[in-house]
């Protein structure tokens, strides 16, 4: 992955498009493919009401983990957005670490199926919050390349690049405590990750001072 | 989600366009998973024509729920783009309510497959039809949003976006009309959908006077 | 799907942009769902190399019905491409031919997975052909609204446009081939689309003199 | 695949952003499809932790191969996003080429598959670094089209080209020595591919001399 890119030979922005596009791609199969781990549950006759709703019922743990996941990959894709919205200039180091985070979200979908499947024991819900951990990991890392030069906008302003990566550093933390309360508390383990606006505010105030 | 973006730092439409561009895959990809729920029959020596024909017939069902499902979900794409053909500035709240509408579309695979295993039966045809009265507000909420300010553009007549918000209506009426019809005839849900164009065409006639 | 759009509400090919983007994610994405139909093939102990090829090769018949698919669903994106290329106008009658084609390429897996499972056989390989021969119908009716007023390009030439639909009769024409040859010949129906080039041939010798 | 498209008739680059768009979109199906082949593992009561640390340790080969495709599929995908960046110019040879890469890369699912379920055996291993010098051979292909007249742009250096060439030649050499090493230790073969990089510096200074 050298520099080895003749940034004279294209307009702006194409291959960072490119990468973009790829990326989007990537999300919207990976938040897609979700559903198909969720199968159709066998009902036996008599087909009554009672029959059907007692075979739904159990799909109701694995409809939560298809909803949790989806809003925290759109999360991921919206927070990507948000820092690829201040990119202006290509650069071929972004290759290796967006292909590191999307390959973590391709993988979401195993996960979610395995701690949906086995929801509310240990190994499967640390797992989960675990691997959403090493994605909040990557994340940053991207992040910090899209939002830092060569990379940023000459125009996008310092406070507005602070923001963007303070909401990946409380996403971190925030899939931490998913972590942590899965070792003790499996059960609640994806409730935590409601605390990630909660940091996001926390973060905010800390750093206000400075602005 | 905060207002944090600033609208200058990038040229109209960039944002908005990855936000159609992900909803355009994730509407692709829900569309084209739908097949993935029929399987290849099983047929048993001696492999004459009529047991290919027998072994296809049971599947004729699943292929009528493939298409409705194809064109409801083709038809919501079709909805959005209309909705965000409209819209020329980005706002970060758009993100949100798109998000609730995209995970209730790529959800339709399940609810498809379920209603068509156990076609005809009142609890998967009513959560069909339930599920897409979901996406139909949803998709109401994405609407107003596409075709109100700040996200619509200045040149666009408020007589267009009226008329786009009602075929966001008539949606919503014409599965409401399919749930409840699941409800007393199930076989006639599906069916019920076709009502619609007639709902479309009410509320145009209803709100002409006004204009 | 009434024509109530402002064609001066938005720039050039927008919407069409969009549709036609939407088009090629359904391609993409039914095409490469064609490998998950092919299965790992289960090898007991030994594990000798013979054991292994011997549980390849009748995978053999399911990778050449992938190819072959491959091949038709790509040829059918190279025609689509061509097709609207030379439009440059928006219009909202182009939604409903265009979700139809793409219903029929979304199916297109189980039919690959149907007619290679049991390879040979009349009424797979059949209803195989059957459905190109729908898809090549739905094809030639996209295409020539995409090349005709008010969709296409001014500046696009009468005879551009001439072939590029002579290419869908063609198709439709080899794809009949191999419809009749699979009721006969069923193992040669594959093979029959071969002649799609000869009738293109055919078709440019005989519309010349007009010219 | 004739020449019949009048380049006259549209901006430079549309034609190649929809052929450059559908091979992303394949790319981002085929790699993000790759984990559907790693199944949730069953686990039987009780459900101790060791249980399930049991029940995950297998899996750790089918994760290794995962990220092994996954990075070279996007090794692959990071080439074609090198060499196109260099072409500014449409030909209609460019799709044939790029389809033949394209299937090629659609069906790593299955080889990826194929090898991690028999992992260390010779002929899934050799045939897995079979297909992926298929991909590198249709990547030279498509990648020596790209950065050629008439597609490339005039004002990109020969010197550039030349280098993305170099990197699809090492690529070719890599996964040669990956096949050669399937034959003789197995085990070794997924880690010949690091030895792309060395291919590539070998390549540069035997090079160099020219320039």
């Known amino acids: 992955m050298q520099t080895t890119h003749p940034p004279e030979s294209h307009g702006p922005g194409h291959a960072l498009e490119r990468l973009i596009f790829f ?8 938040i897609t493919l979700l559903i198909i781990e969720i199968h159709v549950p066998e009902v036996h006759p008599p087909f009554t009401d009672a029959a059907f709703l007692r075979a739904l019922a159990p799909l109701s743990v694995e409809f939560l983990s298809f909803f949790v996941s989806f809003f925290v990959i759109g999360a991921f894709w919206a927070g990507h957005h948000r820092a690829f919205d201040c990119a202006r200039h290509w650069s071929p180091k972004l290759v290796l670490p967006n292909l590191c985070m999307l ?18 024991h240990r190994v499967p819900s640390a797992l989960y919050a675990f691997w959403m951990m090493l994605i909040a990991l990557a994340n940053i890392w991207v992040q910090r ?38 070792l003790v508390l499996p059960f609640a383990s994806q409730m935590t990750l409601a605390t990630i606006p909660l940091w996001r505010m926390l973060l905010q105030r800390v750093s206000r001072p400075r602005g």
Chains 1, 2, 3, 4 share one sequence.
């Not at 830092?148 to 899939?175: D, K, N, W």
């Open 145 to 182: 390349l899209a939002t830092s030069p060569p990379v940023v906008g000459e125009q996008v302003s310092e406070a507005h690049c602070r923001v963007i990566r303070q909401r990946g550093v409380a996403t971190l933390l925030g899939t931490t405590c998913a972590f942590a309360m899965a």
């Open 103 to 120: 390959s973590a979200v391709a993988a979401m979908p195993f996960f979610t199926a395995f701690s949906s499947e086995y929801y509310g």
């Open 23 to 30: 990326s989007d791609a990537v999300f919207a199969i990976a």
